[in-house]
């Protein structure tokens, strides 16, 4: 994979944040999908790394691990971007 443009950060932020709102909030588990989310967004704007997040839930610091690697160009081909991962959560 090649590492993303600027812009292609930029649109999967909106994309994030337009989808968000579908996603369901908690998993069975009661894991928090909306704090990944949020999280993963700190990470594609710079603010954070995944190293901000060592201490965090299982499931917000696996997203924004996985952010971080596709933002460097080394995500997992299975992982797809940060938004493709949300995709079998979205509630219709």
Do not use: C
Request: aromatic share 8%; glycine share 4%.
């Amino acid at each position: 994979m090649t590492k993303p443009t600027k812009e292609q950060i930029r649109q999967e932020r909106i994309k994030l944040l337009e989808i968000m709102p579908k996603v369901r909030r908690f998993s069975a588990f009661g894991d928090d999908h909306h704090a990944a989310i949020k999280a993963t967004l700190r990470v594609l704007d710079g603010r954070d790394s995944s190293e901000d997040y060592e201490d965090a839930p299982d499931n917000v610091r696996d997203e924004v691990y996985n952010a971080e690697q596709w933002m460097n160009g080394e995500a997992d081909p299975e992982y797809g971007s940060p938004t493709e991962s949300w995709s079998s959560l979205l509630q219709k």
